[in-house]
């Protein structure tokens, strides 16, 4: 592997076969049942071990996290941290969660019948994850598995395996039951839905279809955090200047490489040419989060760098006009600014996940709600000065979280606490 920022060696890994694989799977399954019986305690105890040797090896956890994903330190340690809330959430709750409901007795006269609800866990979880968050993301699925009595098997992504490689070996190190494992290399995710009781998918929509069909053939519970096309409406009447100020954040920090970045902007024809000059100030202005960082951003995927690039290329032969950026060398893409976008080009059809905000003209909001809710939008965010107008957008939109003249649903990593 080597780290997208200038290209040194940070490690190897072995690929894991499909019988490697089943191997790994029915070790785990074997551990689970002493897992199972622990008991909730005894399993938040190896939790808490796992949170306090994360934090005794914070800083070289993040530095790995920010080489293999070529994000600033200060971006590895936000992620870091939200990893540890997260196990901090679950742990401290995990007895609350899983204390079985009070039985009830039965109602039928003549009967001596009691109702039990009990949680029973899943002998082997599956995690299929992503790029994007390549630490957090599956964290938020692997540690509520493993306070539940689950065995955890994790697949992240082939251009980000380093970090999680590193928290299996933590894991295994401390001592803790052999109920954590990871599997690399692009056989393995396949041979994990093959094989586990459950699966936690976490990527695109595309491969999201694929992880779902093959769950079911199995009829296993499969659970989906796909990606999308997430929006910002401008309507006319709206405060331009914190529209474009917050559109621009909200797309550009850490060069749009989340399915929360705004990635298609809709903008009333009234205000459209205003805006469009207001977002390209603020574009120009923009800089690094880190203060002493102003520099473009490394982005993650190599090959994701050439999907932007090209869907750039496609929108500029479609007719599309480059108003800011466009560029970019090696794993970076300027920031950019696509004008007189339209639905034909991909830019608006295939998720981006890179520094790019296309521009549309619309003629109400009609159209504007139309477009936002093709291709599905994990967050949208509607700028208008109009309470009740936004009210009626927020209701007809299908995006799983929306906005009103703010950009926080595009800022929070999509996670769920």
Not at 309 to 334: C, E, F, M, S, W
Request: charged share 20%; aromatic share 4%; hydrophobic share 50%.
């Amino acid at each position: 592997m080597t780290a997208p920022a200038d290209g040194r060696i940070l490690g190897t890994l072995p690929m894991h076969t499909p019988d490697r694989v089943h191997a790994n799977v029915a070790r785990l399954r074997e551990a689970q049942s002493e897992w199972r019986a622990m008991g909730v305690v005894g399993r938040a105890h190896w939790l808490t071990t796992f949170r306090d040797w994360l934090l005794d090896n914070e800083d070289p956890i993040a530095g790995l996290l920010a080489a293999e994903t070529g994000r600033s330190a200060t971006a590895a340690h936000r992620e870091f941290r939200l990893s540890i809330d997260a196990l901090d959430y679950h742990r401290t709750r995990g007895a609350d969660f899983l204390t079985p409901p009070r039985t009830r007795g039965g109602r039928v006269p003549g009967t001596a019948l009691r109702l039990a609800v009990a949680h029973r866990p899943c002998a082997v979880v599956g995690v299929i994850s992503s790029w994007t968050a390549p630490m957090a993301a599956p964290l938020l699925d692997v540690i509520p598995a493993l306070l539940a009595g689950s065995a955890v098997v994790v697949k992240p992504s082939s251009v980000t395996p380093l970090t999680m490689r590193a928290l299996v070996t933590g894991w295994l190190d401390l001592g803790a039951p052999p109920v954590f494992e990871f599997a690399a290399g692009y056989e393995a995710g396949a041979a994990i839905v093959d094989v586990v009781d459950a699966v936690h998918f976490g990527g695109s929509p595309e491969t999201g279809k694929v992880v779902a069909l093959r769950a079911a053939a199995r009829l296993v519970p499969c659970r989906l955090d796909i990606g999308g096309k997430s929006a910002a409406i401008v309507l006319a009447g709206a405060d331009i200047g914190r529209a474009a100020t917050g559109i621009a954040l909200g797309g550009l920090a850490g060069s749009g490489q989340s399915c929360a970045s705004i990635e298609r902007v809709f903008v009333e024809s009234a205000i459209y040419d205003a805006f469009l000059d207001r977002l390209v100030e603020e574009v120009i202005a923009f800089g690094s989060h880190d203060p002493d960082d102003a520099t473009v951003e490394v982005m993650t995927s190599a090959a994701h760098v050439e999907c932007v690039r090209q869907q750039i290329a496609d929108a500029l032969a479609k007719g599309a006009r480059v108003r800011v950026g466009g560029n970019g060398h090696g794993h970076t893409v300027q920031p950019t600014v696509l004008a007189d976008v339209d639905p034909a080009m991909a830019v608006l059809r295939q998720q981006t996940l890179g520094p790019v905000l296309p521009v549309v003209r619309v003629a109400d909001v009609e159209q504007a709600v139309a477009l936002a809710n093709d291709p599905f939008a994990p967050c949208t965010s509607v700028w208008t000065s109009d309470d009740a107008a936004a009210d009626d957008v927020a209701g007809r939109l299908t995006a799983a979280r929306i906005a009103i003249n703010e950009v926080s649903v595009h800022l929070a990593t999509a996670f769920r606490l």
